[in-house]
Nanobody
């Protein structure tokens, strides 16, 4: 049984930093990503990692995705946070390698965590 458990969300002021973690178990995931969803908006791919890394334009230079393969933990280090980064953040994973072109697509991933809330105040 696959499990993805996110942690590290919270409330910060604009310009602050947070690091999200996603602990995984059950399978060996080789494609992983962070998505976010704000109220009333569609789920959006933020950063994805497979054999390559891809970021959505709005977070480039501010967010860094990484993976601890020894402990099966995915991270998202977020700096210079803005109010528009406020959302529920979800970890997603797949057991297949996926091309960089689909790393930020919701349909690429079969396994999802429950989410962790990030709130950035101005």
């Amino acid at each position: 049984q696959a499990q993805l458990v996110e942690s590290g969300g919270g409330s910060v002021q604009s310009g602050g930093s947070l690091t999200l973690s996603c602990a995984t178990s059950g399978y060996s995931f080789v494609s992983m990503a962070w998505f976010r969803q704000a109220p009333g908006k569609e789920r959006e791919g933020v950063a994805g990692l497979s054999s390559e890394i891809r970021y959505t334009d709005s977070v480039k230079g501010r967010f860094t995705i990484s993976k601890d393969n020894a402990n099966d933990v995915l991270y998202l280090a977020m700096t210079s946070l803005k109010p528009e980064d406020t959302a529920m953040y979800y970890c997603a994973a797949d057991t297949r390698y996926n091309s960089v072109s689909v790393l930020l697509n919701v349909d690429t991933y079969h396994y999802w965590g429950q989410g962790t809330q990030v709130t950035v105040s101005s």
